[in-house]
């Protein structure tokens, strides 16, 4: 009878197996680093495990596809000794072994956690663990509200963040419940390098203010102009566009219809907005394939930048990117991750998961990822792979 074929796979092969699949980028950053910047608040009588490897050890469970508090324990509980070492867990002095900690004490530990200063280190994190691509940094600035965390007393927790449009984050601020998104603009930004950026936002942060203040840091905006803003709008809108050359076209279809996209800047010396050098009109003809019914918007725009700085294909290309912070990052967490159906509302939770989703989302498109559930499922499969990840292993 011939010899049975080794059921073990020699280890050349499986590197052959895996050769396809995106893998983590080379780099020196250490999420352990960032977060040990993280202020413990527990009283040091009674801790048992360290506080950098309880937050370490969330991150590498939600980068693996945990959702909630009881799926980033029952993770952790399932970590071999060996990723727990990892994750700058201490063995017993008497057994040698290392005792996982408890969701409960996970879930403790997390809904204490100083929500700035976390995704000040997330952020931190991603901007080193990849060098920023050559050309103009561009940021989307967007607001979501996390549904899930309403209660009978409290109303929705809202956040803001400043996502690149290559899809990873850069800062996220709660918004204060008796407010809006327009005081939190600043301090959002206040720790991003914004030298040179070309930050993007919808009409709501078409303020005077904010065009001041990204002036004053260096960098320049794309303001969506509509009737919040009644005499900016109608003076741009009644610019004499018949006569203004056509910058760019594009053609496309996709979601069921037909889609034309023109696009017309004129330079623009005298504008009633702080450091405005340009408008724009955006023009959409949309055709629906099933209906037929045609549609025609007309969107408006002022920008800092002077005549000749972005040609009309990076213009277009910017203000159609900035609603991948609405499909890269809002849609994600809420379809893959199902954040809006999320019940977390204790204290800082619902803030604190929000920024670990970000940090998953972040390092799975930087390693190359475009299904971030089919990368959640990929990391899932092997405990060192979120570690390997985050500069652990």
């Given at each position: 009878?011939?010899?049975r074929?080794?059921?073990?796979?020699?280890?050349?092969?499986?590197?052959l197996?895996?050769?396809?699949?995106?893998?983590?980028?080379?780099?020196?950053?250490?999420?352990?680093?960032?977060?040990?910047?993280?202020?413990?608040?527990?009283?040091?009588?009674?801790?048992?495990?360290?506080?950098?490897?309880?937050?370490t050890?969330?991150?590498?469970?939600?980068?693996?596809?945990?959702?909630?508090?009881?799926?980033?324990?029952?993770?952790?509980?399932?970590?071999?000794?060996?990723?727990?070492?990892?994750?700058?867990?201490?063995?017993?002095?008497?057994?040698?072994?290392?005792?996982?900690?408890?969701?409960?004490?996970?879930?403790?530990?997390?809904?204490?956690?100083?929500?700035?200063?976390?995704?000040?280190?997330?952020?931190?994190?991603l901007?080193?663990?990849?060098?920023?691509?050559?050309?103009?940094?561009?940021?989307?600035?967007?607001?979501?509200?996390?549904?899930?965390?309403?209660?009978?007393?409290?109303?929705?927790?809202?956040?803001?963040a400043?996502?690149?449009?290559?899809?990873?984050?850069?800062?996220?601020?709660?918004?204060?419940?008796?407010?809006?998104?327009?005081?939190?603009?600043?301090?959002?930004?206040?720790?991003?390098?914004?030298?040179?950026?070309?930050?993007?936002a919808?009409?709501?942060?078409?303020?005077?203010?904010?065009?001041?203040?990204?002036?004053k840091?260096?960098?320049?905006?794309?303001?969506?102009?509509?009737?919040?803003?009644?005499?900016?709008?109608?003076?741009?809108?009644?610019?004499?566009?018949?006569?203004?050359?056509?910058?760019?076209?594009?053609?496309?279809?996709?979601?069921?219809?037909?889609?034309?996209?023109?696009?017309?800047?004129?330079?623009?010396?005298?504008?009633?907005?702080?450091?405005?050098?340009?408008?724009?009109?955006?023009?959409?003809?949309?055709?629906?394939?099933?209906?037929?019914?045609?549609?025609?918007?007309?969107?408006?725009?002022?920008?800092?930048?002077?005549?000749?700085?972005?040609?009309?294909?990076e213009?277009?290309a910017?203000?159609?990117?900035?609603?991948?912070?609405?499909?890269?990052?809002?849609h994600?967490?809420d379809?893959?991750?199902?954040?809006?159906?999320?019940?977390?509302?204790?204290?800082?939770?619902?803030?604190?998961?929000?920024?670990?989703?970000?940090?998953?989302?972040?390092?799975?498109?930087?390693?190359?990822?475009?299904?971030?559930?089919?990368?959640?499922?990929?990391?899932?499969?092997?405990?060192?792979?979120?570690l390997?990840?985050?500069g652990?292993?």
């Amino acid at each position: 009878m011939p010899a049975r074929p080794s059921s073990r796979m020699p280890s050349y092969l499986r590197k052959l197996g895996d050769a396809s699949d995106p893998v983590p980028l080379e780099t020196a950053a250490d999420l352990r680093s960032y977060l040990a910047a993280v202020s413990d608040p527990r009283a040091r009588r009674g801790i048992r495990h360290p506080w950098a490897a309880l937050l370490t050890a969330a991150a590498a469970a939600v980068l693996a596809g945990a959702a909630s508090i009881t799926a980033i324990g029952e993770w952790v509980a399932d970590a071999p000794q060996r990723v727990l070492s990892l994750l700058g867990f201490r063995p017993d002095p008497l057994t040698g072994l290392i005792r996982p900690p408890h969701a409960t004490t996970i879930r403790l530990v997390l809904a204490a956690v100083d929500g700035d200063a976390l995704d000040r280190a997330i952020g931190d994190f991603l901007q080193e663990r990849k060098a920023p691509a050559s050309g103009r940094k561009v940021i989307a600035v967007d607001g979501k509200t996390l549904r899930g965390s309403r209660t009978a007393r409290r109303p929705a927790i809202a956040l803001i963040a400043a996502m690149t449009h290559s899809g990873h984050v850069l800062a996220q601020r709660q918004v204060d419940g008796k407010s809006n998104e327009i005081p939190a603009f600043a301090p959002l930004l206040d720790g991003v390098d914004l030298t040179g950026a070309v930050i993007t936002a919808d009409a709501l942060h078409t303020q005077h203010d904010h065009a001041t203040y990204l002036h004053k840091r260096g960098a320049h905006y794309l303001a969506v102009i509509k009737r919040n803003h009644p005499g900016l709008h109608e003076k741009v809108r009644r610019l004499p566009w018949r006569d203004v050359r056509l910058d760019h076209y594009e053609r496309g279809r996709g979601h069921h219809r037909d889609e034309v996209r023109r696009l017309k800047t004129a330079a623009f010396a005298h504008l009633d907005y702080p450091h405005a050098r340009q408008a724009l009109q955006v023009v959409r003809w949309r055709r629906d394939l099933g209906t037929g019914k045609l549609s025609i918007e007309r969107v408006y725009l002022v920008t800092s930048l002077p005549p000749g700085a972005a040609d009309g294909s990076e213009l277009a290309a910017w203000i159609r990117g900035h609603w991948r912070i609405e499909n890269q990052l809002h849609h994600v967490r809420d379809r893959t991750f199902h954040e809006d159906a999320s019940k977390i509302r204790t204290r800082h939770l619902p803030r604190v998961m929000a920024g670990l989703r970000n940090l998953a989302v972040g390092v799975h498109r930087q390693d190359g990822h475009i299904n971030i559930a089919a990368a959640l499922r990929h990391t899932a499969r092997d405990h060192l792979r979120p570690l390997t990840a985050l500069g652990l292993a």
